[in-house]
């Protein structure tokens, strides 16, 4: 079993950067990979970034390529999403998430989410124009 508390969230102003976290329960973290996904109002979940156990492998929404950057330390057992040049269009609960097998092209299909085992409750970032 594996809990998971997302933190970090707030409201920012466009063009500014925010880095959430999720801090994970259990002595077996390092074993899932992780990914982070998104809600915005009156739209579909959507995949964010993910990476793999090790951190070695990581993997990104075109959306968010070149803007945000995913990281764990296993030794905290924590995972990071940091946010740069936020926009408007990234405002949504941002959900953190847990995966004891990560096929990486199931995340860039019709439900990425599917295949992540626990869920953290998320936390709400908004971005004002």
């Known amino acids: 079993q594996v809990q998971l508390v997302e933190s970090g969230g707030g409201l920012v102003q466009a063009g500014g950067s925010l880095r959430l976290s999720c801090a994970a329960s259990?002595?077996?973290?390092?074993?899932?990979?992780m990914g982070w996904f998104r809600q915005a109002p009156g739209k579909e979940r959507e995949f964010v970034a993910a990476?793999?156990?090790?951190?070695?492998?990581?993997y990104y929404a075109d959306s968010v390529k070149g803007r945000f950057t995913i990281s764990r330390d296993n030794a905290k057992n924590t995972v990071y999403l940091q946010m740069n040049s936020l926009k408007p269009e990234d405002t949504a609960v941002y959900y953190c998430?847990?995966?004891?097998?990560?096929?990486?092209?199931?995340?860039?299909?019709?439900?990425?989410?599917?295949?992540?085992?626990?869920w953290g409750k998320g936390t709400l970032v908004t971005v004002s124009s």
């Open positions: 998430a847990a995966a004891a097998v990560l096929r990486p092209s199931k995340l860039y299909g019709s439900s990425p989410e599917g295949q992540m085992d626990y």
């Open positions: 259990g002595r077996t973290f390092s074993s899932y990979a």
């Open positions: 990476i793999s156990w090790s951190g070695g492998s990581t």
